[in-house]
Each structure stands twice: as C-alpha cells, then as structure tokens.
C-alpha cells in the first residue's frame, strides 16, 4: 500500500510521457489513452478505501531520502483530510477527459498530456507530506493550467491565462521564502534541517514570527481559494477557460487553497490563525454574499456559475475559521460538494456552448421543450449548489453554518442569507435558461444529451445523491483527523486568554501538532463545538 500511493500520483505523468511518442494525427489513442490512464488512476485509488483506517494520523505513508544534505524526503501520505481530497480528484479525472471528446478538436495530444500532467501535480499536492516537495508539485500545477487556459480558451484567453499565472506566482514566491524561513528557524532550534512537515509542526515560533509566516502562507492560500478582494482573476479564469479547465479548476484547484489553510497555514502557526480569526471570518461572510449578488447581475451563464464558487467558498473558509469541529467538517464536506455540483454545472454549460456556441442566457429560453434531459439534469444538479436536504451541497452548508454560529452568531446570521441569495439567483437562472417560451429559434431543434454526455453526468449525480443521503461514511472518516488539527488552536486560544494584559504576545510559544496527527483515534479531543 505504501507503493501503491506513489504509484497513484505519478500513473498519469507517466501515462502522459508515453503519449508524448504517438504520432499528433492520432487523436482517438490520445483521447482513449488519457481515459484509460485517468480510470486506472481512480480504480487504483478505490483500493485505498477498504484499507484507510478512522484514525487521525497518516497511512499509507512512504518516507525515503531524497536529497538528505539538504533534508529532502521524498514523503507521501495520506488522512481524513487529504484522503477524500485525492478521491475527489481521481474521480473527476476521467469525466474530464470524456467531457472534452467532442469539445477539444485542435492541438488534441497537447491538450491530454497538459490534463495528466495537471493531474499528477494535484495528486502529488494533496499527497506530500514534505514542504519541499509540496511546493515542487504547487508549481507543477501552474504551466498546465496556464497553457490550457492560453491555447485552448475563449477570445480573452491571454488576458485571463496571464493574469492567473501572476496573482498565483506572487502568493507562491512568497509561499517560498516563508518556507526557507521555517526551515532555518527548525535548523536553529533542532540542529537538523528538514522540510518534513510533521518535524516543522514541532517548531517553536514568537508571535511576530508566526505572524509574518502565517501571512506568506495565508496571501498564498487566500488567492488561490480565492478569498475576497483576491478574486478578480477567477471569473475571467472561468470564462476563458475551455470546459474540461474550468471544472478542474472549480472541482480540484480552488480546493488547493482551503486544503492549504487546513494542512499548512492554520496547524504550523496556530497563534497567528487565532488572531487573524475575525478578519478571516468577515472577509469569508463579504465573499459569500458580495459573490451571490455579483452572480445575479451575470448576463454570461458560465461568468454566473464562476461568481457562485467565490460565494461558495466562501462558505469554506468560514467553516475553517470557526475553529471547531462542526465548522471544520462541514468546510471539508462542501469543498467535496462543491467540486461535484459547481463541476457538474460547468459541464452542462460546456454542452449547451457545443450546440449554440454562445452562453448568453438572452440567448435561451422556453429549452425545456426540446431538450427534457438536459432541463433535468440542469435542474437536479442547480438544486445540489443550492443546498436542497438530501442532497450534498445541504450537509456541508448546515454543518458550517453550525460550527460559525457556535462561534460568532453574528457572523453565522449574515452568513445564512447567502443561502437565500444563492437560492435567488440560481432559480432565476434556471427560469430564465429552461423554462418559459421558446424565445430564440435558434433553440428549436438542439439536440438532447447523448449517450457520452450521460456518462459524464451520471457518476456525478450518483455521488451527489449519496453524500446528501449518506454523510456518516464521509464524515466519520474526517472527523479524528480535523480533531488533532484543532487541538493546536485550542491550545493557541488558550495561552492567549491567559496571557496577561500587558504581557508580551509574542513571547508566547506554542507547539504543533505534529503529536497530535500523529496520533491513533484514541486521541482524546472535545467534540462539537468549542470554544
């Protein structure tokens, strides 16, 4: 099993290396290929579930030398939280690629060895347990993303591939220098240098140092989710993007950034997480509704849905700043909700697109009538993002909105209307996009989904019926893991209401929490919420 995780991060790169020596003429072997590869990659990693255990610390775990002059391991593994993370990502891999069958008809080898390259990147991501080689797989994402966006996006695809490449390589850089920083500040404590994330848990900071490293990880993270006012680059991203990019990066990359707040940014500087709370908590609340009523004036159905992941997320973030265990699970649930529902939206508008080749939606209308299933399927994946009991996006939603009314009621209060906004807009998008009179002729004689396009859909409305029915199998899983990422925050929070008035906060020093996710789920944590 140790292998087999390895084996699952880089089966795509490798799949895509070998596609490298097929003629480019060869497009069915590019198309069928990738899906072989992206297939293979999630059967492999449904081996994993029977194995993965409800403990919080990390399985699967491979550890081996790398470049150990310098501390470099090469250090997979996996919990409760990067476990589901990973599956989210293998199971969008080979939807991806059947999406863009018919879609993708120009430089077809370049594209699907850009989307397995992605996907290693991501894998290796949600996989690395050392901040050396998380950083490597970080920037493996970028060129992919940048290229798919660039060659094969809308008209203002350059504009919108730029602009994504220089908001992330800022956060990064900066990413890296707190990186070296934390590197050298264990070397001075220890005598060891490292980059291994459980032995950097350990590190003994000042208030003003985890402040300022806190803030690299943060403004790294914060544009990638991306949190209010960092955002501006995503609708266009979105926009430009060809379908089978905008669903990874809706699905998987935008999870990226929470996935940091959870794993790097939060546990390895639990004071500065604690003081920067309220800010985060209200920069969450202006995401979730500046992003709803920004989605209702949208006269482009994708730039809609792109809005409604900004308020979405924002959803995430104030489950993760609630600092508890309801609101910690309920933002690692609608991260695995949001990917399938906001994903599934950006398929259906990528196959409306194919038939009329605009997303104007003046330009629909009354598409109810010739086209029964795709109105079906719009409709039941709309009522997944907005939350309908018993279906996924509901279970993440309440569980956050729990966590952040234990925590600040007034934050939770404002938080809810976004429920009611993101109700507004989306129905009045399907009202307008599916029912009413047929208003464009146009729209006559479009054809319905077909047998591909079905199986696109079809895994992604199963799984949305199952997590909305059947959360315990999920949550259950997370739960000891997000509980030992908590304790260094309540320990944090605690030092902190102690301190005295006068005393110094930054000489307080606190420890991470590389014992507690080291440990089995024996780990004794406060359940629900705390404060």
């Known amino acids: 099993m140790e292998s087999l995780l390895s084996v699952i991060v880089f089966l795509p790169l490798v799949a895509g290396l070998l596609l490298m020596l097929v003629p480019k003429d060869q497009h069915q072997v590019f198309r069928w290929g990738s899906f072989v590869a992206m297939l293979a990659t999630f059967g492999l990693s449904l081996a994993l579930v029977p194995k993965f255990q409800t403990i919080a610390g990390m399985q699967f775990v491979t550890d081996k030398p790398w470049v150990p002059d310098f501390g470099i391991h090469y250090h997979l593994g996996l919990d409760g939280i990067s476990f589901f993370l990973l599956l989210l990502t293998n199971f969008l891999g080979p939807i991806l690629v059947l999406s863009a069958f018919s879609a993708v008809q120009e430089r077809v080898k370049e594209f699907y060895i850009l989307l397995l390259v992605l996907q290693t990147g991501m894998l290796g991501a949600f996989a690395a347990l050392d901040l050396f080689l998380f950083y490597i797989f970080w920037e493996l994402m970028l060129l992919p993303m940048y290229l798919l966006i660039g060659v094969w996006g809308g008209k203002r695809r350059i504009y919108a591939a730029v602009k994504f490449v220089l908001y992330t390589i800022v956060g990064s850089l900066l990413m890296l220098v707190a990186i070296l920083v934390l590197y050298f500040q264990h ?56 379908t089978a990019g905008s669903v990874v990066l809706a699905g998987v990359l935008l999870k990226m950034g929470t996935y940091g707040f959870l794993r790097f940014a939060i546990p390895l500087f639990p004071a500065a997480a604690v003081q920067a709370q309220t800010l985060f908590l209200v920069l ?144 009045w998008l399907v009202r307008r996009f599916l029912f009413g009179p047929l208003t464009n002729e146009a729209n006559a004689k479009l054809p319905d989904l077909n047998v591909r396009e079905w199986l696109v859909l079809a895994p992604i409305f199963v799984m949305i019926v199952v997590m909305g029915v059947l959360p315990r199998p999920f949550l259950s899983r997370m739960e000891p893991s997000l509980e030992a990422a908590l304790e260094p925050l309540h320990r944090a929070r605690a030092a902190l209401e102690q301190a005295e008035p006068r005393q110094d906060l930054g000489s307080i020093e606190l420890e991470g929490i590389g014992d507690a996710v080291s440990a089995s789920s024996g780990t004794e944590s406060a359940k629900g919420i705390e404060r």
Request: glycine share 12%; aromatic share 14%; no cysteine.
């Open 284 to 427: 969450a609340v202006i995401g979730i509704i500046y992003g709803a009523l920004v989605a209702m004036v949208q006269t482009d159905v994708k730039k809609l849905v792109a809005y409604s992941s900004v308020s979405h997320l924002g959803y995430v973030m104030l489950g993760l700043f609630s600092f508890n265990l309801f609101g910690s699970s309920g933002a690692l649930y609608q991260m695995l909700g949001h990917g399938l529902s906001t994903g599934g939206l950006f398929l259906l508008v990528g196959m409306i697109y194919e038939r009329r080749h605009t997303r104007e939606i003046s330009e629909f209308g009354g598409l109810a009538t010739g086209l029964p299933f795709f109105t079906f399927a719009f409709v039941f994946v709309t009522l997944s993002s907005v939350g309908l009991p018993g279906l996924n996006g509901f279970v993440g939603e309440f569980l956050v909105l729990l966590g952040a009314f234990g925590e600040n009621r007034l934050m939770a209060i404002l938080a809810a209307s976004g429920v009611v906004l993101g109700a507004v807009y989306m129905l």
């Open 187 to 242: 070397h001075t404590q220890t005598g060891v240098y490292t980059f291994d994330l459980m032995a950097l848990y350990h590190t003994q900071l000042s208030g003003s140092t985890q402040a300022w490293l806190f803030a690299a990880f943060a403004l790294a993270f914060a544009i990638k989710v991306p949190v209010f006012p960092l955002h501006t680059w995503l609708p266009d991203a979105h926009v430009e993007a060809p």
